[in-house]
Nanobody, 124 residues
Framework: QVQLVESGGGLVQAGGSLRLSCAAS????????MGWFRQTPGKEREFVAAINWSGMATYYADFVKGRFTISRDNAKNTVYLQMSSLKFEDTAVYYC?????????????????WGQGTPVTVSS
């Protein structure tokens, strides 16, 4: 079992920045691929970014490339999502996810554990 707790969401103006954190406990974090997803009401949860166990491989949705950065600190059992140049359409609940594998993917069905989500609101 893996427990995930997100933090760092909030209200920010368009063009601003936020950093989300996800603290993990349970399974050996350093051998777990991690991801961030987001969801708005009435829509499917969508992939944002993912990172493999070592942090050496990262993947991004096209709509966040160049604006968001995923990273991890295995010593702190934490994964981060640095969000910059935020847009109104980035408003969503952001979820951290972990999978029972070292290798990252962009498919939500292949993630095994989920946090409770942290809301991000970008004002225009």
């Amino acid at each position: 079992q893996v427990q995930l707790v997100e933090s760092g969401g909030g209200l920010v103006q368009a063009g601003g920045s936020l950093r989300l954190s996800c603290a993990a406990s349970g399974r050996t974090f350093s051998s777990t691929a991690m991801g961030w997803f987001r969801q708005t009401p009435g829509k499917e949860r969508e992939f944002v970014a993912a990172i493999n166990w070592s942090g050496m491989a990262t993947y991004y949705a096209d709509f966040v490339k160049g604006r968001f950065t995923i990273s991890r600190d295995n010593a702190k059992n934490t994964v981060y999502l640095q969000m910059s140049s935020l847009k109104f359409e980035d408003t969503a609940v952001y979820y951290c996810a972990a999978r029972n594998s070292r290798f990252a993917v962009n498919l939500k069905e292949q993630f095994d554990y989920w946090g409770q989500g942290t809301p991000v609101t970008v004002s225009s």
